[in-house]
């Protein structure tokens, strides 16, 4: 057994995941603290545990919990400027070293030290744990179950086409359109300034030609190097002259610089790469990729070409990009700008969203039927954590999970049942809505 003075963060996290329902602890500041559900527990940045649900002095709440070796630890991890960390209830430590003070940082102290211990290395399936539909869907064979997450992936579709609907009314089509695009570009910390670059971008007004509009995006992002003044790679130097030039032109003075998040970004994903990713797929589309979409959308093809047709448009490559991280550093090998798994999350999370919405907004049925034919003609997406923790949750053996998610509509079925009641339950099994819901829904083949 590990001795609790040398415990690590992650067992202490995994004890905390592993506490039952009811367990109870007394707070620093005396109040009584009933933990009615851990939460889920957060494999990526911010806070160890999201949605946990507890009762303090027998009051539910619901916010997330930190874990720390110790309460210090909070302000040495940089916890206090973190906005997301706004939302923690909890502070779960195994020793408090900030004496006389419950509420430091101005979140209750909880003491760990009577948590039972745990044993390393715990395996994945206890990391993420059973959850209370696994015998409900270990009754049923995996068409049926494949089909009920297809139908899901379709709700989800169709809640995304509602969302893109709302845009297209306040801005119009193409706008909404290439703003959610740009958004796509961002991935997950740099959303916020890609949907600034657009902006910046979109004061510019119709840009026709390919090379003033690469300039445009370049030069505003603030990425663009001054080869008389900077360092750069001399593979890179003709490249920025070329776009320096014609953004001379055009660019708008006295602009903040955007803010661009480096840290803990992966080079393959460096603003730098994503904005050549960007600028690849607006030469595959001519500059106007939505009206390319709706080009090809007009030919009698089938779903499946379609869908095929999609991918194609936003997988892209770059020539010089493709080898290179940003305008200094040079990749050991190179990687598409937009690889096949970019470009499908790009098609499922905005160009169909945004082709149902316009195609309801009109009233084409027929269009509606095609498009929601197409998402379900595309392919697995790759793998993500919540993927991943609900095989564990829900199917024995979690293996199983191959066989059943074996398209988008399945995978994104997963997000939606997974967002709506795993985490919007607070992963409170006892009270999880989600058996009564798929229990009264009758399962069906999906659209053919």
């Known amino acids: ?28 500041d005396g109040k009584s603290v009933t933990v009615l559900s851990p939460g ?23 916010g997330d919990v930190e874990i720390h070796v110790r309460t210090s630890d909070w302000e040495k991890h940089g916890h206090s400027a973190d906005p997301r960390y706004g939302n923690v209830k909890l ?12 509420f430091p940082f101005g979140i209750r102290t909880l003491d760990m030290k009577s948590l039972p211990k745990t044993r390393r290395p715990f395996s994945e399936q206890k990391k993420f ?17 494949h089909a009920f997450l297809a139908e899901a992936g379709l709700e989800r579709l169709r809640e995304k086409s509602a969302d893109a609907g709302a845009e297209i009314k306040k801005v119009g089509l193409n706008d909404a359109f290439m703003r959610r695009f740009f958004e796509s570009a961002g991935y997950k910390k740099n959303k916020d300034n890609f949907v600034e670059l657009f902006e910046r971008v979109r004061e510019h007004g119709k840009l026709d030609e390919l090379p003033v509009i690469e300039a445009v995006i370049w030069g505003e992002s603030g990425l663009l190097p001054d080869t008389t003044t900077h360092k750069v790679a001399p593979q890179m130097k003709k490249f920025a002259a070329d776009l320096w030039s ?3 032109k055009n660019r708008i003075s006295d602009r903040k610089p955007i803010k661009w998040i480096k840290n803990g970004v992966r080079p393959l994903n460096s603003p730098e790469r994503r904005i050549a990713g960007l600028c690849a797929i607006l030469r595959s589309g001519k500059g106007a990729p939505l009206n390319e979409i709706l080009r090809i959308s007009q030919i009698n093809i089938t779903p499946e070409k379609f869908g095929s047709g999609l991918l194609s448009l936003f997988e892209a490559s770059d020539p010089l990009w493709d ?5 200094r550093d040079a990749r050991n090998f190179k990687a598409s700008v937009v690889g096949k798994m970019r470009a499908l999350d790009i098609v499922l999370n905005v160009v169909i ?32 954590i919540k993927i991943k923790k609900a095989a564990n949750k829900w199917f024995e053996p979690p293996s199983r999970a191959k066989s059943i998610i074996t398209d988008a509509a399945s995978a994104q079925g997963v997000l939606l049942i997974m967002k709506k009641f795993c985490e919007k339950g607070a992963e409170d099994c006892p009270e999880c809505a989600m058996l009564k819901a798929i229990q009264n829904c009758e399962f069906r083949k999906p659209l053919t």
Not at 92 to 102: C, R, W
Not at 129 to 145: E, Q, Y
Not at 323 to 327: A, S, Y
């Open 40 to 62: 889920t527990w957060n494999f990526e940045e911010g806070p160890d545990f999201s949605n946990a649900k507890f009762a303090i002095d027998g009051a539910e709440q619901i």
């Open 323 to 327: 080898g290179w991280t940003n305008f």
């Open 353 to 384: 969203p945004f082709l149902h919405a316009k195609f309801a907004n009109s009233g084409d049925a027929g269009f509606l039927t095609f498009c929601e034919k197409t998402f379900l003609a595309m392919p697995c997406p790759q793998g993500n």
């Open 246 to 248: 014609e953004w001379w």
């Open 91 to 102: 502070h779960a430590v195994l020793e408090n070293d900030i004496l006389n003070d419950p």
């Open 1 to 28: 057994m590990t001795k609790k003075k040398n415990l690590k963060e992650k067992e202490l996290q995994f004890m905390w995941k592993k506490l039952k329902r009811g367990a109870e602890f007394t707070a620093d």
């Open 129 to 145: 744990g059973r959850g209370a539909c696994t015998k409900f869907f270990s009754g049923l064979d995996d068409f049926a179950i």
